[in-house]
């Protein structure tokens, strides 16, 4: 048999909603699932079919994992936090328990777990913390210190359950309107916690201005930073070539690379932030 | 009696009448975790360019009613890369492999076809000539006969005589036959009809156009009745003239449409983006169909929407 070389876990099935609950602006959706969630680690996604048969919206969407469990039956549980922003989202969150949703996953790279304890710093941008809960806990459990910013507009954009506060050792919150925590955003407080805590890695999940402060910080002090980029995707699997950033290479060269395949979690270093909507120069092929 | 679900388009066989849609199935091996690539009738590869090419910047991609916008640009390898790398692998799958290039000038496609007559084992070579023509104020090929004409004239001369050449027309013209007639005059064996259509979003919370290029190519089932068209109409101006069919099919029906409407073969393209193994399920319905509809062999309902009702047809 050919083996495949992209996503070799990656399956295609129906999940059963076991569990749906509103979490501020937020919905907690919890999916029945088999075996696969045993592959699935943290900063992987899962691509979801929206709408229904007859949809128009033919595209499916893609969520990070923020949770995957195995329970001591076998049976699989995949956790997810949804926004219930477009349509797509909207209608994935008003599904019942019982429903079927089809879904494709582990999806993406995930975040890499340091062989010696480290001080590490976990920041999230809105929901973008989902899947930082997760990788707190394996952190944790290998000896690592973990330190915890999030970020978002206003308090009830903060997604931050109880059990996931568990596994960090401090966290901090900033909104933009002050309604919760440090009036400001996540870079403004940073750089005094990364001296505080002697922090010596920091991974990130949030919009790309965030991730672009943060790898400018994390530059600066010589940190290594792993980020979880949200660019927006048509397919998840690799064949549409929409979800493209410019990042560097193992060879030095800059390549429009696909955020579904080589990412979402990447080297904050590699990457050419840009918010101009050309192509940087020097990129391969321009 | 068992169904021959086989078909033939200018003398490229194929097992089955599924084929991917060019850019739609990346190298190949990303498709690979869900099928085996080997059950399509052919995988048709992403159009690709003499040089390596970055594509276009983000936003590429807006999810329409029933479709997407697309504006990647033609981001690959280049030629040479491309047939180093991805055309080895795809032969060890044991799949046929249909070449898909794209070029921004009339020398660029004579290139390319010289490039690609040096390699054993490709079924056919698809010739996008939907780009823009770099020597004619950025005018796209497929629009003009003249320049549609100079491109796959390139293509015949320097390809040889093994390789059929099946020309990607674009339905953003006045008459779609008249490009047909003066590509298949200049040597193509094929067309395959149709590439996307030039559309546009704006974004009405930013004011401005979703997609960084401002305009992208629609695809998927919101295009469908395009297709239909341009495929009925082509067959019937140019009946011996094999067609494969694409665009918006997302199910068997679909596909059975495009055949009816005188497609020899038909690509899956968007559908793939929302389910990975749409191809695979495309095929069993379609064979399906067939033989629910009382077919022996898939080739006899190439078409079958031309018939004259009372005539001789079933």
Redesign the interface.
């Known amino acids: 048999m050919?083996f495949?070389?992209?996503?070799?876990k990656?399956q295609?099935f129906d999940a059963e909603v076991l569990s749906n609950k509103r979490v501020g602006s937020y919905n907690h959706m919890v999916f029945s699932v088999d075996e696969i969630a045993s592959y699935a680690r943290p900063g992987n996604f899962v691509a979801i079919?929206v709408g229904g048969p007859g949809t128009?919206?033919?595209?499916?969407r893609a969520f990070a994992i923020y949770r995957a469990t195995v329970k001591p039956d076998g049976q699989g549980l995949l956790e997810l936090v949804i926004a219930p922003f477009g349509n797509g989202s909207t209608w994935l969150a008003n599904r019942q328990i019982g429903d079927l949703v089809?879904m494709?996953a582990p999806l993406g790279t995930a975040f890499g777990i340091p062989t010696e304890p480290v001080r590490a710093l976990l920041v999230g941008g809105g929901y973008g913390s989902a899947p930082l809960f997760a990788l707190a806990e394996v952190l944790k459990s290998r000896g690592c210190r973990v330190d915890m910013v999030l970020g978002a507009s206003s308090a009830a954009k903060i997604y931050a359950p109880l059990e996931g506060k568990r596994s960090v050792s401090s966290l901090t919150i900033t909104t933009d309107d002050g309604s919760a925590g440090t009036h400001g955003r996540v870079s403004d407080v940073i750089p005094a916690i990364i001296a505080s805590s002697n922090i010596e890695i920091i991974y990130s999940c949030g919009p790309m201005a965030m991730l672009s402060a943060i790898t400018n910080i994390s530059k600066e002090r010589g940190i290594m930073h792993q980020c979880s980029v949200e660019?927006?995707?048509?397919?998840g699997?690799?064949?549409?070539?929409?979800?493209?950033?410019p990042i560097e290479g193992e060879d030095g060269v800059v390549?429009?690379t696909r955020t579904c395949?080589d990412g979402p979690v990447m080297d904050g270093s590699k990457v050419t932030w840009t918010k101009?909507?050309?192509?940087p120069d020097g990129?391969?092929?321009? | 009696m068992s169904f021959d679900f086989s078909t033939a388009m200018a003398g490229a066989r194929f097992s089955n009448p599924i084929l991917t849609a060019s850019g739609c199935a990346g190298s190949g091996k990303e498709l690979s975790q869900f099928f085996r690539l080997s059950e399509l009738g052919a995988i048709v590869t992403k159009s690709i360019m003499v040089k390596p090419r970055s594509g276009r910047a983000t936003p590429r991609m807006a999810e329409t009613p029933s479709g997407m916008l697309n504006s990647i640009g033609l981001q690959g390898p280049g030629i040479d890369q491309f047939l180093e790398n991805d055309i080895p692998w795809l032969k060890e799958q044991g799949v046929k492999i249909v070449i898909s290039i794209a070029g921004e000038s009339v020398e660029d496609y004579a290139v390319l076809a010289r490039k690609v007559r040096g390699v054993a084992g490709i079924t056919a070579l698809e010739v996008n000539i939907s780009c823009p023509n770099v020597e004619n104020r950025g005018q796209v090929f497929a629009c003009n006969p003249t320049t549609a004409r100079e491109a796959i004239s390139a293509v015949r001369r320097n390809i040889g005589g093994e390789v059929p050449i099946i020309a990607k027309l674009t339905p953003d013209v006045t008459d779609i036959t008249e490009i047909a007639r003066e590509v298949v005059d200049a040597g193509a064996d094929g067309l395959a009809l149709i590439n996307t259509l030039l559309g546009m979003v704006i974004d009405t919370n930013t004011m401005l156009p979703k997609l960084s290029q401002k305009t992208g190519g629609l695809s998927g089932p919101a295009i469908r009745p395009v297709a239909v068209r341009a495929i009925y109409q082509v067959h019937a101006a140019l009946p011996n003239t094999p067609i494969l069919g694409m665009g918006g099919v997302a199910s068997g029906r679909d596909a059975f449409e495009l055949v009816l409407a005188g497609a020899s073969a038909v690509s899956v393209g968007t559908a793939t983006f929302g389910n990975p193994t749409a191809a695979m399920a495309i095929k069993q319905e379609l064979e399906e169909i067939c033989i629910q509809r009382g077919f022996q062999n898939f080739r006899d309902a190439i078409g079958f929407a031309h018939r004259v009702e009372g005539g001789d047809g079933e």
């Open positions: 050919d495949p070389t992209i996503n070799p990656a295609q079919s128009s919206m033919i595209l499916r089809n494709v660019e927006a995707m048509a397919c699997i690799g064949v549409c070539m929409t979800c493209v950033l390549r429009m395949i101009s909507r050309e192509i990129v391969w092929g321009k």
